[in-house]
């Protein structure tokens, strides 16, 4: 086994990833979010944070 390298094809790794977190995202969570980032200071002028 030495020497051999293994690879994950990034596109369905991240799809799948995303499919997850959409799963997740509530509109509590997002407006837990968007509070959070308003309190930071973190909000953008968009009302994004990030």
């Known amino acids: ?3 051999k390298k293994q690879s994950i ?3 369905p790794l991240d ?3 995303g499919m997850l977190i959409t799963e997740q995202m509530t ?3 997002v407006e ?3 509070k959070s980032a ?3 200071g973190k909000e953008t002028p ?3 944070g990030g």
Do not use: C, Q
Request: glycine share 14%; no cysteine; aromatic share 0%.
């Open 32 to 34: 837990l979010a968007s």
């Open 46 to 48: 968009s009302g994004v």
């Open 15 to 17: 799809e799948a990833i």
């Open 9 to 11: 094809a990034g596109l």
């Open 1 to 3: 086994m030495a020497g």
């Open 27 to 29: 509109p509590a969570t």
């Open 38 to 40: 308003r309190v930071s």
